[in-house]
């Protein structure tokens, strides 16, 4: 709650202050907002269960569409935001819903961290893309859950097996499983994984090589995010303190316990220990070239109408990681470095899935809390 208000604060300031006075003017018609509305919902597919909420979502989606108009003229040059699935959502409900509680980036024992050669980051080319090596599989989408955690995760994995296996084999793996089964936690630094509440990859790392394996995706299929969606029972080791209180509701047919089978594990995938890497995106460059993709995480409260550029919304706490994705490649686009990213908000989000942000300036902290699966 605190957080989303002192974004309020700073977006106004933003808003007001720090560009001058926007030259447009942003009153929508009544009329025109319902026909904008209408379209979206065709777009969308949205179907809402009364009247009153159908008036509700309009209204909240006139306070985004505004809102997006105004980001396009302040952010013109740089990037550009749109009216994406997520506008109906307040920005309240899309930090609840689909981002994770913010935290700031975990520091691991120094031993966690690798160490790359000097000779590679002095060497770093102008662009690098792991896709186009076919070493990413496509891009997923998580639906109305807190689970990037999971596909962050899972997607670091995927890439660490295509390219343990001579660059064959991508394999779409089971992030369900990871979202039902992973219960880690460290009650000392209070982390813990919480299925749809949020969690962490470094930990789930760490579920992965205690549990010894992981299913692919077909036999124990995505399911928490969707429109009729699993109700899968809180991971064996939840945590209530450190999560929040248990989901209400559950099904033991739709969880861990009723759909894990070790036996259909994917022969040979062994997680065996996970890495990190240091806060500098040049030794992060270095890392992701010889590594693979790697999991990050971000400050991405101002991602929600994300639509192309490079992301760098200029007030973007690095400490409040409230977000979890993978890098898969780095560019320069005239003089402006950028990485290029992976989300789990579907291909029809941002550019075909993806994002770019600012490179080398620790834009919304991207280069606090990046890690990968060693496998055996
Ligand atoms: C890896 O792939 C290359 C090229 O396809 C092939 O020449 C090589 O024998 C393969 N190595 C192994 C260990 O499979
Ligand atoms: C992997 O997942 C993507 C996205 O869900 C899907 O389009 C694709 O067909 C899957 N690939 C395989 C080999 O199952
Ligand atoms: C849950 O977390 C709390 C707070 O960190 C800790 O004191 C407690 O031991 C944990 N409970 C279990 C069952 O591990
Ligand atoms: C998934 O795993 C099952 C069971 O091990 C296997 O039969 C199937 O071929 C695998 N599918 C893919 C797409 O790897």
Same mark, same amino acid.
């Given at each position: 709650m605190k957080g989303y208000f002192i974004q309020i604060i700073c977006f106004s300031f933003l808003l007001c202050s720090c560009f001058g006075t926007l030259t447009q003017n942003y009153e929508l018609s009544d009329s025109y907002v319902r026909v904008l509305f209408r379209k979206w919902i065709d777009r969308n597919n949205r179907d809402y269960p009364s009247i009153e909420e159908y008036q509700y979502r309009m209204t909240i989606f006139k306070e985004n569409y505004i809102k997006i108009l105004k980001m396009n003229e302040i952010f013109e040059e740089d990037m550009s935001f749109e009216a994406n699935k997520f506008a109906d959502m307040t920005e309240e409900e899309f930090q609840q819903k689909i981002l994770m509680k913010s935290q700031p980036p975990p520091v691991h024992p120094k031993s966690r961290y690798?160490?790359?050669?000097?000779?590679?980051?002095?060497? $770093?080319?102008? *662009?690098?893309?792991?896709?186009?090596?076919?070493?990413v599989t496509p891009v997923?989408? &998580?639906?109305?859950? @807190?689970?990037?955690?999971?596909?962050?995760?899972?997607?670091?994995?995927?890439?660490?097996?295509?390219?343990?296996?001579?660059?064959?084999?991508?394999?779409? $793996?089971?992030? *369900?499983?990871?979202v039902d089964c992973d219960g880690m936690q460290?009650?000392?630094?209070? &982390?813990?994984?919480? @299925?749809?509440?949020?969690?962490?990859p470094f930990l789930a790392f760490q579920y992965l090589i205690a549990q010894g394996g992981i299913a692919n995706e077909t036999v124990y299929s995505y399911c928490s995010g969707l429109k009729t969606p699993c109700e899968?029972?809180?991971?064996?080791?939840?945590?209530?303190?450190?999560? @929040?209180?248990?989901?209400?509701?559950?099904?033991i047919k739709d969880s861990c316990e009723s759909k894990l089978d070790v036996t259909?594990?994917?022969?040979?995938?062994?997680?065996?220990?996970?890495?990190?890497?240091?806060?500098?995106?040049?030794?992060?460059?270095?890392?992701?070239?010889?590594?693979?993709?790697?999991?990050v995480a971000l400050n991405a409260e101002?991602?929600?109408?994300?639509?192309?550029g490079i992301f760098d919304p200029r007030l973007c706490n690095p400490k409040n990681l409230d977000h979890a994705v993978l890098?898969?490649?780095?560019?320069?686009?005239?003089?402006?470095?950028?990485?290029?990213?992976?989300?789990?908000?579907?291909?029809k989000w941002g550019e075909g899935g993806y994002f770019r942000i600012l490179r080398g300036k620790g834009v919304c902290g991207i280069n606090t809390q990046v890690t990968s699966a060693v496998l055996e």
């Amino acid at each position: 709650m605190k957080g989303y208000f002192i974004q309020i604060i700073c977006f106004s300031f933003l808003l007001c202050s720090c560009f001058g006075t926007l030259t447009q003017n942003y009153e929508l018609s009544d009329s025109y907002v319902r026909v904008l509305f209408r379209k979206w919902i065709d777009r969308n597919n949205r179907d809402y269960p009364s009247i009153e909420e159908y008036q509700y979502r309009m209204t909240i989606f006139k306070e985004n569409y505004i809102k997006i108009l105004k980001m396009n003229e302040i952010f013109e040059e740089d990037m550009s935001f749109e009216a994406n699935k997520f506008a109906d959502m307040t920005e309240e409900e899309f930090q609840q819903k689909i981002l994770m509680k913010s935290q700031p980036p975990p520091v691991h024992p120094k031993s966690r961290y690798i160490r790359i050669p000097d000779e590679i980051k002095q060497q $770093l080319p102008d *662009e690098f893309d792991w896709r186009t090596q076919k070493a990413v599989t496509p891009v997923k989408d &998580q639906g109305s859950v @807190g689970t990037c955690w999971a596909f962050s995760t899972v997607q670091n994995v995927e890439s660490q097996w295509f390219l343990r296996n001579n660059n064959s084999m991508l394999t779409n $793996l089971s992030v *369900e499983q990871v979202v039902d089964c992973d219960g880690m936690q460290n009650p000392v630094t209070s &982390q813990a994984d919480c @299925g749809v509440y949020g969690g962490w990859p470094f930990l789930a790392f760490q579920y992965l090589i205690a549990q010894g394996g992981i299913a692919n995706e077909t036999v124990y299929s995505y399911c928490s995010g969707l429109k009729t969606p699993c109700e899968p029972c809180n991971a064996p080791g939840y945590n209530d303190s450190l999560c @929040g209180p248990p989901i209400p509701f559950c099904y033991i047919k739709d969880s861990c316990e009723s759909k894990l089978d070790v036996t259909k594990f994917v022969p040979g995938l062994k997680v065996v220990d996970w890495k990190a890497i240091e806060e500098d995106e040049e030794t992060i460059a270095a890392a992701l070239m010889t590594i693979g993709p790697l999991s990050v995480a971000l400050n991405a409260e101002m991602l929600q109408f994300y639509h192309k550029g490079i992301f760098d919304p200029r007030l973007c706490n690095p400490k409040n990681l409230d977000h979890a994705v993978l890098l898969v490649g780095f560019g320069i686009e005239g003089k402006k470095p950028y990485w290029i990213v992976k989300n789990s908000w579907g291909v029809k989000w941002g550019e075909g899935g993806y994002f770019r942000i600012l490179r080398g300036k620790g834009v919304c902290g991207i280069n606090t809390q990046v890690t990968s699966a060693v496998l055996e």
